[in-house]
């Protein structure tokens, strides 16, 4: 046993070694890229947010702001607000509702009911670039409009590539945690932090995956996945240090 202490092992072993834990922290380091690249701008804001995980595990909906308000009777409720007459928010909502949002916001057949026209007479007092005291959101252009009139629903991940997925990182990531809790055990380290950063990485990595699937349910459990995916590879990327760090550090005598 005490000839397998990493130390201990011959040249060729430890460069070895160090160029698989190299290979291991490049490839978090990749997949963390990765991750934040291919599910970053799902919720249309820069990086990995916690809206993007949810979105891609538990699905997300958000309904079109304008409609939103309209529907609530807004703007009639504020101090000061002139009233929307009834027939042009009806008006507004059925533009909102017809699929022909971008089509009809300012087509002239629609006649008294342009839409962009009742936009102007009832909202741009408060939401006009010009206004006194301009109110976000603007609501003078069709740029202004467009990503406010839609629904913005994201739905979860097709339960069968959850499957695929989580069959290939279960296999893989098994494999990889194990080899990583193994050559933790050969170093010199305190059993003490070699058995906090394999709970880490272990226990992360059960959280992270069972978390994936009891997401779909309920939201709560998001925060297992990020909770269990940060501890797992916070928990390889301290291993990896420690392991080259034992690799290398030279050997006390009485070792
Ligand atoms: C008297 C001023 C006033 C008028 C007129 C007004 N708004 Fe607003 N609007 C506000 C204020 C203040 C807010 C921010 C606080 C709030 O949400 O009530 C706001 C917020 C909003 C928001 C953002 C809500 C969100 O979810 O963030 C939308 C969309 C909106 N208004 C649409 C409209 C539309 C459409 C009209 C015209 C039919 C309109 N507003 C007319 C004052 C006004």
């Known amino acids: 046993m005490d000839s397998l202490l990493l130390r201990k092992l011959p040249l060729g072993l430890r460069i070895s070694l160090s160029a698989l834990t190299l290979v291991l922290l490049g490839g978090y380091a990749a997949s963390g890229l990765h991750m934040a690249e291919h599910h970053g701008p799902r919720d249309g804001q820069e990086g990995l947010t916690g809206d993007d995980i949810t979105g891609v595990y538990h699905g997300v909906q958000s309904p079109s702001p304008l409609r939103s308000a309209l529907e609530a009777g807004h703007p009639d409720d504020l101090d000061g607000a002139v009233q929307v007459p009834a027939a ?34 009832n909202c741009m007092a408060c939401h006009g670039r010009g206004a006194t005291n301009p109110i976000e959101p603007p609501l003078e252009y069709l740029d202004d409009v467009r990503v406010l009139a839609f629904d913005n629903n994201v739905s979860p991940t097709d339960e069968a590539i959850l499957l695929a997925s989580t069959h290939a990182h279960a296999l893989s990531l098994f494999v990889i945690a194990l080899a990583a809790v193994l050559l933790l055990c050969l170093t010199r380290f305190r059993r003490s932090w070699v058995s906090a950063v394999s709970l880490a990485i272990s226990v992360g990595l059960l959280l992270d995956l069972v978390s994936w699937w009891l997401a779909r349910d309920s939201a709560i459990w998001v925060n297992g996945i990020l909770l269990g995916g940060t501890a797992h590879a916070l928990g390889i990327g301290l291993a990896g240090v420690l392991v080259l760090a034992d690799l290398w550090l030279p050997a006390a005598d009485k070792d």
């Open 88 to 121: 042009e928010r009806e008006a507004l909502l059925a533009w909102l509702n017809s699929g022909r949002v971008i089509e009809d916001w300012d087509n002239f057949d629609l006649g008294e009911m342009v839409p962009a026209d009742l936009l102007d007479a």
